[in-house]
């Protein structure tokens, strides 16, 4: 049933207002009026000076973002969106998502429902235990905090806190490859400090942009000293003293090759690389039959792919294998959530290949006739290469 305007917006900015708030956008505009900017986010924050309410706000073209403290400062700033002809409101809380439409006559219709338990936080006491990195960390509030990535968050975690030893010595030098926005960098960092590691964690993306928005999060959160991002690419940037530790979560296609050979040779204890998409081998098996009888596996496209898929990472880690490390390769979050969900998992041990641990990876890529980018990376004279 549609209500009056005023009324709805009350509603709206007692949640925007309310310390529960999670996120809320507004955009659209109402008919024959145009609001100042096209879009606006408000999210909390909480910086050094402590909690503040961020309000994006974008023109269609550039994005301009600021941090206003609670109080009057908020309610005004809140006032002032809230006067914008915008067309919707989408509100989220911990408890509720409410959301307003503006009719073509100038009302609101509105739409409130209980926060999605099923797929939502977990916000009770017992259940927040379950969470390597507790829910309610300030540091989701920098990094975004919908419940997707709260899970892709800890299922990462869990896969590092399985691949390190529970006792480090020393300092842990951190490198993440293809970091993106970085927010799964910040919670290694996050995760492996408050377990008493001394970490140092550079992140790597060819973006200058990315590297800039990620050293400004840094400063926020006052990680600087221990946080820090390079502009560069996975082959070839600075990265000293040579990590212990390489991250490569999805990184492109053979970005992930690049990012495994850079471990190979700076002999890094550990790896998690959690592949994205595979064009090196499927490209390949395009060009060539399958050798008998394995025909019915490639013929489809669908099948070629995703067997190229399996093949490509299935011979990622027969290659890890004869390059000294123990290698395995896990689902690290549900298949339901995503569907890029493998994750390679390497510890270094030094040995050294057996006959046999050759052989079964020559009879492989000659069986098929493929050449992994891997193999290419890595030296012509190394084992397997
Ligand atoms: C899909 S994003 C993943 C970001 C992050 N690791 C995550 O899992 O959320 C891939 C990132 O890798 C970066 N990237 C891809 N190829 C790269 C390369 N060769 N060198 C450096 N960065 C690369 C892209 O710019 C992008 O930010």
């Given at each position: 049933?549609?209500?009056?305007?005023?009324?709805?917006?009350?509603?709206?900015r007692e949640l925007l207002l309310d310390p529960n708030l999670t996120r809320a956008v507004a955009?659209?505009?109402?008919?024959?009026?145009?609001?100042?900017?096209?879009?606006?986010?408000?999210?909390?924050?909480?910086?050094?000076?402590?909690r503040r309410l961020q309000i994006s706000t974008s023109d269609g073209s550039r994005p301009y973002t600021r941090n206003v403290a609670p109080g009057t400062e908020a309610g005004a700033a809140v006032d002032a969106l809230l006067a914008e002809p915008f067309g919707n409101w989408h509100v989220e809380t911990a408890d509720a998502t409410l959301q307003l439409r503006v009719t073509?006559?100038?009302?609101?219709?509105?739409?409130?429902?209980?926060?999605?338990?099923?797929?939502?936080?977990?916000?009770?006491?017992?259940?927040?235990?379950?969470?390597?990195?507790?829910?309610?960390?300030p540091i989701f509030?920098?990094?975004?905090?919908?419940?997707?990535?709260?899970?892709?968050?800890?299922?990462?975690?869990?896969?590092?806190?399985a691949t390190l030893p529970d006792e480090l010595s020393g300092p842990l030098r951190v490198v993440d490859l293809g970091c993106g926005n970085a927010y799964l960098t910040f919670a290694a960092y996050r995760y492996l400090a408050q377990r008493?590691?001394?970490?140092?964690?550079v992140g790597v993306d060819v973006r200058e942009d990315q590297r800039r928005r990620n050293t400004e999060l840094a400063e926020r959160l006052g990680w600087a000293d221990r946080v820090s991002f390079v502009a560069g690419t996975i082959a070839d940037a600075v990265v000293e003293p040579a990590?212990?530790?390489?991250?490569?979560?999805?990184?492109?296609?053979?970005?992930?090759?690049?990012?495994?050979?850079?471990?190979?040779?700076?002999?890094?204890?550990?790896?998690?690389?959690?592949?994205c998409c595979h064009h090196d081998i499927a490209a390949q098996l395009r060009t060539r039959p399958a050798p008998p009888p394995y025909d019915l596996l490639t013929r489809q496209g669908i099948l070629r792919e995703r067997f190229a898929d399996v093949l490509t990472d299935a011979l990622r880690a027969g290659l890890l294998r004869l390059h000294g490390y123990r290698t395995?390769?896990?689902?690290?979050?549900d298949s339901r959530h995503t569907p890029r969900n493998l994750l390679i998992r390497a510890r270094r041990t030094d040995?050294?290949?057996?006959?046999?641990?050759?052989?079964?990876?020559?009879?492989?890529?000659?069986?098929?006739?493929?050449?992994?980018?891997?193999?290419?990376?890595?030296?012509e004279d190394a084992p397997g290469g």
């Open positions: 049933m549609p209500e009056p305007l005023d009324a709805a917006l009350t509603k709206v955009a659209g505009r109402r008919r024959g009026q145009r609001p100042s900017v096209v879009r606006a986010e408000l999210r909390p924050v909480v910086l050094k000076a402590g073509k006559s100038g009302e609101a219709q509105l739409h409130r429902a209980a926060a999605d338990r099923a797929g939502a936080e977990p916000s009770g006491h017992d259940r927040t235990k379950d969470y390597l990195l507790d829910p309610g960390d509030a920098e990094i975004g905090g919908s419940a997707a990535k709260r899970r892709q968050v800890d299922a990462f975690l869990r896969a590092l806190a008493g590691v001394d970490v140092e964690l990590p212990d530790l390489v991250l490569a979560l999805h990184a492109c296609d053979t970005a992930t090759d690049e990012a495994l050979a850079r471990a190979v040779r700076w002999r890094s204890r550990w790896v998690l690389a959690a592949p395995e390769v896990v689902e690290f979050v040995g050294t290949a057996t006959g046999q641990q050759r052989a079964e990876y020559r009879d492989l890529v000659d069986q098929w006739q493929v050449r992994p980018r891997l193999a290419r990376l890595l030296t």
